[in-house]
Nanobody, 125 residues
């Protein structure tokens, strides 16, 4: 079992930055991918970034590329999502997810076995 706990969300103004954290605990050998999903009311969760822990490589969704950065502190078993130049459309609940995949990380939320509780990001002037 893997437990994930997000932190770092909150309210911000357009143009500001936020850094979200996702701390993993438990049997982290059950995962080789960590991902961030965003969900707004009435819509499905969409991936914004994922990190292949075996390759040590992050992939950022094209929709947020240039403003979002995902990184990981291996020793602390924590993944980070840096969001710069926040926009109102970044508003949503951000979930950290983890899973074990063969080959490459999945973009589909249904493929991830472990989820955090989410952290809310609200961007408004």
């Amino acid at each position: 079992q893997v437990e994930l706990m997000e932190s770092g969300g909150g309210s911000a103004q357009p143009g500001e930055s936020l850094r979200l954290s996702c701390a993993a605990s438990g049997n982290t050998g059950l995962m080789n991918c960590m991902a961030w999903f965003r969900q707004v009311p009435g819509k499905e969760r969409e991936v914004v970034a994922f990190f292949d822990t075996e390759k040590g490589r992050a992939t950022i969704d094209d929709s947020v590329k240039g403003r979002f950065t995902m990184s990981r502190d291996k020793a602390k078993r924590t993944a980070f999502l840096q969001i710069d130049n926040l926009k109102p459309e970044d508003t949503g609940m951000y979930y950290c997810a983890a899973g074990l995949f063969s080959g490459w990380c999945s973009r589909g939320s249904s493929r991830y076995n472990y989820w955090g509780q989410g952290t809310q990001v609200t961007v408004s002037a």
